[in-house]
């Protein structure tokens, strides 16, 4: 639940009264609201921090690759600018979120041209490899390899919403 220290975060208090779909004690997951395609969901931190990278990483990874897996039943994948300078409609707050929408059949290392592209053989591995301050892009399918660009201030608004309504497998 929402502590004094957060009241004042306009994610949390809209999204912690969302349906959650799954949660455990650090994250959950939720439908979102204004969906970029069908079956998109939103993983966020109940804790607020600029990135999912600076929360609890071994509790991230259980509730996305073992028990959203299974709550699912098909193939995700999973999207996280982390660390923000800004969030469209929250008015600048910053807060720890990650897009999960079905499958992307593509070549993912090649979606974000803006930086050099990392890979990593998961999820976890990708996360141990952020950088600890600067905003970071990761992305992968769930289960697979993953990439990261870090250092992507300058990188365009909205560019995950845009890759993804380019690219979504419909």
Not at 26 to 33: A, H, L, P, R
Not at 66 to 95: D, N, Q, W
Not at 125 to 150: M, P, T
């Amino acid at each position: 639940m929402i502590n004094n220290n957060e009241k004042n975060n306009p994610f949390l208090t809209r999204i912690i009264y969302e349906e959650q779909i799954l949660e455990n004690d650090s994250f959950g997951i939720v439908k979102d609201i204004e969906p970029i395609v069908p079956e998109h969901y939103l993983f966020y931190s109940k804790k607020w921090l600029p990135s999912i990278s600076d929360c609890n990483i071994d509790s991230a990874i259980q509730l996305l690759e073992k028990e959203f897996t299974k709550y699912i039943c098909k193939p995700y994948a999973y999207f996280e600018r982390g660390r923000a300078s800004f969030c469209t409609s929250m008015h600048g707050v910053l807060h720890g979120h990650g897009h999960l929408v079905p499958y992307f059949k593509q070549d993912m290392s090649e979606l974000f041209p803006y930086g050099q592209v990392e890979c990593y053989p998961s999820l976890y591995d990708a996360y141990r490899h952020v950088c600890s301050d600067g905003q970071y892009l990761l992305w992968g399918n769930i289960g697979e390899k993953f990439f990261i660009i870090n250092n992507v201030e300058n990188m365009p608004k909205r560019t995950i919403r845009n890759t993804i309504m380019k690219y979504y497998n419909d």
